[in-house]
């Protein structure tokens, strides 16, 4: 439970950490949560359509880099903690919609632009 202005440890999964305190339910929510991005993730490699809304993420966790996305035409990173547009969201040369919204992203990268294929951007 979050109080305040206080942290969630979500950013542990994203980075493939462990959860302070180590109690085992912590663990294993820990575990299930990382099977979630890691299909999430999978699933983005065979449509082309990543989902990663309201996961609490800081940054794009390092397992995505195990997996081709570079075919991604649709990306939805809403509802997250990004303080800035994920340099590998830069890389979806062929991303036709972006979702942004609900981040605490204040600047948005020049180099967006070279996102020709981009239709929708939603901050």
Known sequence: MMHGGGHVSSAASAHGGQAA????SSSSSLA???KSLEKSL???QVTGELHLSGRGLKELPPAAAQYNLSDTISA????????????ELLQFVTAEEMNLSSNLIRVIPDSIVQLSSLVHLNL
């Not at 305190?21 to 085992?24: A, L, N, R, T």
């Not at 939805?76 to 994920?86: G, L, M, T």
């Open 21 to 24: 305190g180590g109690d085992s």
């Open 32 to 34: 299930v949560m990382c």
């Open 42 to 44: 999978a699933d983005a």
């Open 76 to 87: 939805d990173v809403s509802r997250n903690r990004f303080s800035e547009v994920p340099p």
